[in-house]
DNA sequence: AGCAATCTGAGAAAAAGTTTTCATCCTTCC
DNA sequence: GGAAGGATGAAAACTTTTTCTCAGATTGCT
């Protein structure tokens, strides 16, 4: 078990090469061009697998369909442009507001989405 | 057209007795209390109606079914209950990061959710 | 090279959420 | 009170995304 094969070779170079997190969409069109043939089952099996080994993470971004980005990164947040809908990792985190919640709430985690445009975009 | 029906009033009320975003089961259960006849079709109907006519919006949470809010209020951001699925609403706002994008990009908005328990779930 | 087991690709199937259909009911307006 | 047309509810149909099936290809090991 866990072969390596040349289309899961294609996939995890093709999220060390993007450098942003990747849909399951974008992960397909992108590592094709290493692998003309690769099929979207193959991909979502693939993305399976690099979760469960950790080298991939899940990021869900409001209203959008998941992504993934390799994991051992630092806390970080997200940037999902409006126009061309691909996502952005934006370093640091400044959010200080679990001193605002009300009394009772206890504060596990938190997720930030900046919405707007990117670079290329622009 | 836009007739006041038991079923649309009960919906309205619902959400100023919630006083939280409610996903569309949650407005199901909780107008079924009003109108128990009342069907999952007819909620689907009525908040698309009641977001077009003004009185709610839309919020989306990562990796959750859409909820809806009466409309108007400040900005604000939302806390999800890990435990019962609940949504708060949070007032205030630090998030003092669209200093920290990187050239190029432009914010436009952004979303924040914090995770965790919620007083009933403690 | 040869073999066995895993992996792949295409399409079917499943899962979840939302919309449509349609016969019947209910509001509104006269 | 009664007519007309929008509204409702139950179930079917649809979307979109993800998983499963299975025959055939590929990989790892001898």
New interface residues.
């Given amino acids: 078990m866990e072969r390596s094969t040349r289309q899961r070779r294609a996939i995890r170079e093709t999220f060390l090469e993007a450098g942003r997190p990747l849909s399951p969409q974008e992960v397909l069109e992108l590592a094709k061009r290493k692998v003309p043939s690769l099929g979207l089952a193959t991909v979502y099996r693939t993305l399976k697998g690099l979760v469960e080994e950790g080298f991939l993470i899940p990021v ?4 959008e369909p ?1 992504r993934y980005e390799p994991a051992g990164r630092e806390h970080h ?1 997200h ?1 999902l442009c ?1 126009l061309c809908g691909k996502v ?1 990792e ?9 001193g ?20 290329e975009c ?1």
């Fill in positions: 869900v971004l409001p209203g998941p947040h940037f409006r952005y934006l370093l640091g985190c400044d959010l200080a507001l679990e605002h919640l009300p009394p009772g709430f206890l504060a596990e985690g938190h997720e930030v989405t900046v919405f707007g445009r990117c670079p622009t």
